[in-house]
């Protein structure tokens, strides 16, 4: 067994992912998401169409990221994905960060801009990883880490656009414009189940929360993004299945998508999936070892 193995090693010196990333491919990724520009790049997210979302509770005149009045806050949410081009195909995200919903936010809620353009679903070469820990503390300063994916890999021709906010935090954008921010809080541990459980982070029923900049956005997939919820929403410590485990909660938000769902594009250009393959099982440990 060991000997066949080897040989077969022997054979195959480098293993390539080649991934599905032609135009058409690129455009139907895209028509996942709650765009609001036509299917047509916007000059800058200033300028681009948006679609109002009425609040007519949880907000403040301070809290509101729109226009208040008579305890109604009214916000826009601007939102365009768009490809272009062949070899390679790209794909240019840009968002003003805020959902089409209502979040549970007490506190102020802004919108940002995030415009950024990138290789479409880049092959990779898993023989030259990005990052080569040689030692569990390195690792830890990887996995540990709010700001490692700061730097995105060479192949996939990231290209930060005129006008955007800063995104070195930003894992990926979700399918309803919403920031998918590192895995890490700002304290460099997990937001959901650190070893100080005074460090938790608090979030609402969609699993999303404004960070130090005031952005709404997520740290896991949020089935909200796919189901989109009407009219106010609760905090996750006022939901019950929430409040009790909330990853199996988070992973419940897709019971209605149990098949391989796209929820987002990662900042180097990646399909960003749901919890579930398409066969309808749920993704673990396990299924992954035995992809």
Wanted: glycine share 8%; proline share 5%.
């Amino acid at each position: 067994m060991t000997s066949a193995f080897l040989l077969f090693l022997l054979y195959i010196p480098v293993i390539y992912g080649t991934a599905s990333n032609s135009l058409s491919d690129c455009n139907a990724v895209a028509a996942k998401f709650d765009t609001t520009c036509g299917g047509i790049a916007a000059s800058s997210v200033t300028a681009m169409t948006g679609v109002n979302v009425t609040c007519s509770s949880g907000f403040t005149s301070t809290t509101c990221p729109g226009t208040y009045s008579g305890s109604v806050c009214v916000f826009s949410h601007k939102l365009c994905v768009t490809c272009s081009g062949s070899s390679p195909v790209t794909i240019r995200v840009q968002s003003n960060g805020l959902p089409r919903y209502c979040p549970n936010v007490p506190v102020t809620l802004v919108g940002t801009t995030i415009d950024f353009t990138v290789n479409f679903n880049p092959d990779v070469n898993i023989n030259s990883p990005v990052h080569n820990p040689s030692s569990a503390s390195a690792l830890y300063g990887i996995v540990c880490n709010i700001s490692s994916q700061m730097t995105v890999p060479s192949v996939s021709n990231f290209v930060l656009n005129s006008g955007s906010a800063s995104v070195s935090t930003l894992a990926g954008v979700s399918i309803d414009g919403v920031s998918i921010e590192n895995v890490n809080s700002a304290n460099n541990v997990d937001p959901f189940y650190p070893p100080d459980v005074t460090l938790t982070e608090r979030v609402d029923a969609c699993l999303g929360h404004p960070n130090f900049q005031s952005v709404y956005h997520y740290h896991m997939a949020s089935g909200c993004a796919v189901n989109r919820p009407s009219g106010s929403i609760s905090s996750c410590t006022g939901t019950t299945a929430c409040n009790t485990n909330v990853s199996n909660y988070g992973i419940s938000l897709f019971n209605n998508n149990r098949n391989l769902t796209v929820i987002g594009v990662a900042k180097d250009g990646h399909v960003i999936y749901g919890p579930y393959y398409s066969s309808g099982s749920e993704v673990n440990d396990m299924s992954l070892f035995l992809q």
